[in-house]
Nanobody, 127 residues
Framework: QVHLVESGGDSVQAGGSLRLACIAS????????MAWFRQAPGKDREGVAG???????NYADSVKGRFTISRDDAKKTLYLQMNSLKPEDTAIYYC?????????????????????WGQGTQVTVSS
């Protein structure tokens, strides 16, 4: 089993910044791919940013130029740097991961491509 733990969610004013972190443990596969999703009340869960073992990175159009995904292999940690935050960024942010060899790349921001999920961290952006 892969275990994912998110941290870094907080309340911030519009224009502010936050950095989320996701620590992964309990896996041995070198092909693990990971992504960030978010879900606002009454909305579908949407993919925000993802990274795979082939070093492909995808961003949702709504966050391009504002959010940056990165990772620290030694610490097995995935990060999401969020700048210029907007009220519409308010949501619970989830870390997700998978090891299916047929997934990755264009599927990184699809919910069904991931088998493991964290419990989420709340991000609230006020105007």
């Amino acid at each position: 089993q892969v275990h994912l733990v998110e941290s870094g969610g907080d309340s911030v004013q519009a224009g502010g910044s936050l950095r989320l972190a996701c620590i992964a443990s309990g896996y041995t596969s070198s092909s693990l791919y990971m992504a960030w999703f978010r879900q606002a009340p009454g909305k579908d869960r949407e993919g925000v940013a993802g990274w795979d073992s082939a070093d492909r990175i995808n961003y949702a159009d709504s966050v391009k130029g504002r959010f940056t995904i990165s990772r620290d292999d030694a610490k097995k940690t995935l990060y999401l740097q969020m700048n210029s935050l907007k009220p519409e960024d308010t949501a619970i942010y989830y870390c997700a991961a998978g090891t299916n060899r047929y997934y990755g790349g264009s599927t990184l921001l699809r919910q069904w491509a991931h088998s493991y999920w964290g419990q989420g961290t709340q991000v609230t952006v006020s105007s």
